[in-house]
């Protein structure tokens, strides 16, 4: 039989006409994912694995659909300002954002140019039409003409006369943001490193809630131990939700942050005398809620074991102190967990075991003040610590929405405090390291309150280094291998005696 393409005993290659586009599953569903942000604002990380498990594309496809669709959304500010260059028009949004995909394989991933302009040629003759793939191969081709370093030089601005705007256009970040990590990291020169820990996927996260599970069950499923939380195990592939600690909600995926804030709430000693009461005030969709709620119960497992194993450990029934930071709590605290938002109350319902949850206004409390001796705020916010996680909510988050939000959480602050009895202490936590939404909140709140004080955030985290220079303690990806979550530990002073 000769093969197709050829002569028979020429041996020459015979003229061909234009390829018939295939289907690609990888790429089709890339493409979708892509196109319904860009029309309707959808979230790729929920979308995307819907679509992945309704067409059944697994394994080396799924991969290649996933580094496609969020690589692409990360990249959208520097695509486009290189499309821009290549194109003698603006392309209509659906020719705009095959081109933006084609452009990740010729610049970010090692698929050859020749594969990457075919398969996206392709792509865009099947769904858009014939006219519209010629366009994108001549734009395609300048693309792949010159690699992403020799590009930026010349659609980046000059780093010394405009040092945001080039990091901006360069990684792939809105202007408004870079400006805002550089004024909360305060080291110009870790910019570049920040900004790239930005656009790597990160690992998968796991918590083990202690008494119920641990870090070594999910590390004999193949897991890695974990740097800073004694409860954190980081899955390298796979579905977390075939390992059945987490099927059980025993365990979770949860950031190692986000693990060491709810940490160091408990490890702050607070005087008393009998259980203790929590919140967790603005709980969904239940993480914190989840960690909280087992060392609630059963302790902080992993702290009173250290102290256990250390010379001259306490038999005496006083706290023990552990060596990672205030208090390895013994257990026997109760949790109330609330959010304004019904689904995500009922989130929170079936994450914890033990915890009460109800849907409640954190604004307009829906208890007594001065009842708990411990609250969680996990304020809403920008999000900004975990675009590394949420690949398009930069280019959907805008500089507008921040001043409207550090109203919220002024008032959330407010209400927390109040919930909370003398001598007892808040988490403000946010995911976000955005200067207003931050340090700007909590000084502010200290400037109107002398019933407060602030608590140095990383005497309570040890173990991490890195966290600033407090009171409060900032997460950084690059740093920490966490998203960029943010603490301040505030105690209402006690009465005078």
Known sequence: MKARGHQGSGGGNRARGPRRPTRDPARNAAYDVVRAVDERDAYANLLLPRLLRDRGIKGRDAALATELA????????????????????????????????????????????????????????????????KFVNAVLRKIGSRTLDEWLPIVAPDPADDPV???????????????????????????????????????????????????EELEDVGALPGRYSPYAAYLREGDPGGIDAVAETRAAVQDEASQLVALALTRVPVEGDGDELWLDMCAGPGGKAGLLDAIAVHGDLAGLAEEARAPGASSSGEPLTSSRGGAAFPGGARVLAADVQQHRARLVWETTKDASVITADGTEPAWRPGAFDRVMLDAPCTGLGALRRRPEARWRRDAAGVAELGKLQRRLLGTALDAVRPGGVVAYVTCSPHLAETR???????????????????????????????????????????????????RRKPRPS
């Open 165 to 215: 705007g080039h990091l901006a256009i360069a990684y792939g970040h809105p202007r408004w943001i870079v400006s805002a990590f550089r004024d909360a990291l305060g080291a110009p020169d870790e910019m570049p490193d920040l900004l790239d820990a930005d656009n790597a996927r990160p690992l998968v996260t796991l918590v083990a809630r202690p008494g119920r599970s641990s870090a």
């Open 70 to 133: 969020y690589g692409t959304l990360r990249g959208l500010g520097t695509y486009d300002a290189i499309i821009e260059m290549c194109s003698d028009r603006a392309p209509d949004p659906d020719v705009r954002d095959a081109l933006r995909i084609g452009a990740h394989q010729l610049l970010r991933m090692r698929v050859p140019p020749h594969a990457a302009v075919g398969t996206t040629v392709d792509l865009v003759r099947l769904r858009i039409g014939a006219g519209a793939a």
């Open 440 to 490: 700007v909140v909590v000084g502010d709140l200290l400037a109107r309150r002398d019933d407060v004080e602030q608590l140095d955030a990383r005497d309570y985290l040890p173990e991490v280094e890195g966290l600033g220079d407090g009171p409060h303690a900032q997460f950084w990806p690059h740093r920490h291998g966490t998203d960029a979550m943010f603490l301040a530990l505030l």
